[in-house]
């Protein structure tokens, strides 16, 4: 069972940052958080991770709550082509644990 | 440097058949990891080959099995196809079981 708790669907004006929200009340010390987003009928592409910092990449910022309870992943400046699914997953990172758990994501809608 | 590469890229099939779908990981990685996703749904976890064995296994029967090669590249075979087997099969490398996965385009497999 997936361990995180994202909105089904959300709206982003294009050019308007998009906060994707995440909830993972549960989650471990060892535990990282990943974003992935898949644009439909591709594959999933990684976005972004971290343990317990922000984190920022090309792609997007990852801000962890203090607590790790939450995160957010932002997009700065939506385009129409982000339009897609996005993944928050929980990932303890030990010899046990290959495996993404996929849940539902969030149906990101970009609108002009 | 080419990403992750599957093959074919769709294929149909008859109930009973069997299948084999191909995958080559990103240069430099040596960890392959399958998924099934159904329409609608989040990828599921089917296994993983690390070192030419399968090293976890998700919640799929026996029909679904895989091997490595020692280039790295990998397969998955389906025996006996279901109609419930229609779906997208996904596969990801990464440079080690447990560093980020890249995932391929995938291949939709539709069984009649």
């Known amino acids: 069972d997936a361990k995180t708790t994202q909105p089904t669907s959300m709206d982003c004006a294009e050019g308007r940052a998009a906060n994707l929200p995440c909830n993972h009340s549960t989650i471990s010390g060892n535990e990282y958080v990943y974003w992935y987003r898949q644009i439909h009928s591709q594959g999933p592409q990684y976005i972004i991770h971290?343990?317990?910092n922000n984190e920022t990449n090309e792609m997007a910022s990852l801000i962890i709550t203090e607590d790790r309870k939450s995160s957010t992943l932002i997009l700065p400046h939506a385009t129409l082509r982000d339009t897609a699914v996005y993944y928050c997953i929980v990932r303890a990172l030990s010899s046990n644990t290959g495996k993404l758990i996929f849940g539902q994501g969030t149906t990101l809608q970009v609108k002009p | 440097d080419a990403g992750v590469t599957q093959s074919p890229t769709h294929l149909i099939k008859t109930r009973g058949q069997q299948v084999t779908l191909r995958c080559s990981p990103k240069?430099?990685?040596?960890?392959v990891s399958w998924y099934q996703q159904a329409l609608g749904q989040g990828p599921q976890f089917i296994f993983q080959y690390y070192e030419e064995e399968e090293r976890q296994r998700g919640n799929f029967p026996d029909r679904f099995s895989g091997h490595q090669y020692p280039n790295y590249s990998s397969e998955l075979n389906v025996n006996a196809l279901l109609l419930g087997d229609s779906a997208l099969y996904l596969c990801?490398?990464?440079?080690?079981?447990?560093?980020?996965?890249?995932f391929g385009p995938g291949t939709r497999l539709l069984v009649l």
């Open positions: 240069s430099g990685h040596d960890t």
């Open positions: 990801a490398s990464s440079s080690g079981f447990m560093e980020t996965q890249y």
């Open positions: 971290g343990l317990k």
